[in-house]
């Protein structure tokens, strides 16, 4: 049989960027931009879904997060807050057995399989006609006329690459795409807010697995011994599985390519000293234990954007309304302001707070909404709202409303109008 031998002699096209135009690019392929991209392609609108990373979900699955937050109102018995592609997401993930639930922080918290979310992303956005993905494709600059943005440049291994579209939505986690474009950004001023290397162990004896305050009180006492920076954290078993999902790490994570390259493989050093202390110290649940993945470093909060609305802590402690609300959650503070731990404020029962659709926008321009960790909160505040549960809320209001501002500004949509698309996320309690 013949085997394949002929080659031909090909030379780089320098007739410039291969050129694509759509009506809404979303920039970050993560649980909040995965969101928006379903939202958009289902109202009919051209999108294109961009990541740097090669795979879609961003750090829902490359990070290895493990558990949907911020999905459930608290109290005993908390109903669902956050619906849209969540209620698709838990039932089609419930029915493959990748899921489980806990009760912590006064409220429900999902564990999920990574490998089956990851999966999951990958079969809706292929189910969608309308959603281009581009994976592996980097942001090199922003085209502005006026106050409106008008094209991405992207850089992909194939070359460069000119996305125009009408509407955008900063779903990066970093405001990468407000920060290209030259726009007001906000960064904490008092310090870094840390990441978690995160990982997946295997081998766990799940009959001798330690409780959390178990494993908190040891690590606060023997952290020190074991090179460890952060003295709180958890383990949490996968019922039936033999494996944990481990957060017991702190990192800063620059914003910059060089010292985040250090740090994340510093990140991996650290999972490693994790699972040496749990051996040593819980070896019934741990001698047999071994790191079945290594997460991406875990990114919690860096930069946003400079919103037409900061959403402060004071209204999220008092439950502030906004007539332009778009989502509601009770998450607690959760605030990793310090390398040796994180603050935590647990709300009550009845405690709802609110995030408003200026906090998503920018006063610079008229066509860009941010979704995810990138909208404007300060700090603690921002802690409440970056989870799982908000950023698939703030996913779908960002598409409604590029989708109700078409070729105008996203500052003078019918909010009402806006509101009613959004009124599971904002009403229901069943």
């Not at 509601?328 to 731990?341: I, Q």
């Not at 590029?402 to 009613?420: E, F, P, T, Y």
């Amino acid at each position: 049989m013949p085997i394949m031998t002929a080659t031909r002699t090909v030379r780089r096209d320098a007739a410039g960027p291969r050129r694509l135009a759509v009506d809404i690019a979303v920039l970050g392929a993560g649980i909040a931009g995965v969101s928006a991209a379903l939202e958009a392609a289902r109202l009919g609108r051209k999108v294109a879904l961009i990541d740097a990373a090669p795979s879609l979900g961003g750090q829902s699955v490359a990070a290895l997060i493990g558990t949907f937050c911020g999905l459930y109102a608290n109290g005993p018995d908390p109903y669902q807050v956050t619906h849209g592609i969540a209620d698709e997401i838990l039932a089609d993930l419930a029915a493959e057995g990748a899921t489980s639930d806990r009760f912590g922080r006064n409220t429900r918290i999902v564990m999920y399989d990574e490998v089956a979310l990851g999966r999951w992303i990958e079969r809706k956005v292929l189910a969608e006609s309308n959603i281009q993905p581009l994976l592996g494709a980097m942001l090199l600059g922003v085209e502005r006329d006026g106050r409106r943005i008008t094209a991405l440049r992207l850089a992909t291994r194939f070359g460069e690459l000119a996305l125009s579209a009408a509407g955008f939505i900063d779903a990066s986690g970093d405001a990468a795409l407000a920060w290209q474009a030259g726009l007001a950004c906000r960064e904490p001023a008092d310090g870094p807010v840390y990441g978690t290397q995160m990982f997946v162990i295997e081998g766990l004896d799940e009959a001798a697995a330690p409780t959390r305050e178990q494993v908190e009180a040891r690590q606060g006492e023997a952290a020190g011994r074991y090179g460890l920076t952060r003295r709180d954290g958890f383990v949490f078993a996968f019922p039936g599985k033999g494996r944990a999902l481990v957060n017991m790490t702190h990192h800063e994570t620059p914003l910059d390519a060089v010292a985040m390259s250090r740090t994340a493989l510093a990140g991996r050093r650290e999972a490693d000293k994790v699972l040496a202390f749990l051996k040593a110290e819980f070896p019934d649940a741990f001698a047999d234990a071994a790191i079945r993945t290594y997460g991406l470093l875990g990114v919690r909060q860096t930069r946003w954007i400079a919103g037409r609305h900061q959403l402060t802590i004071d209204e999220v402690r008092g439950e502030q309304t906004f007539a332009d609300a778009i989502l509601r959650c009770s998450w607690p503070v959760e605030l990793h302001d310090r390398a040796e731990g994180a603050y935590w404020e647990v709300f009550g029962d009845d405690h709802l707070h609110y995030v408003p659709l200026r906090s998503l926008t920018h006063d610079e321009t008229d066509n860009l909404i941010a979704a995810g960790r990138c909208i404007d909160a300060d700090v603690a505040a921002l802690s409440t709202v970056r989870v799982m549960g908000p950023c698939i809320a703030m996913g779908a209001a960002a598409a409604h409303a590029l989708d109700l501002a078409g070729a105008g500004s996203v500052h003078q949509i019918d909010v009402a109008a806006l509101q009613r698309r959004l009124a599971d996320n904002l009403q229901r309690t069943d």
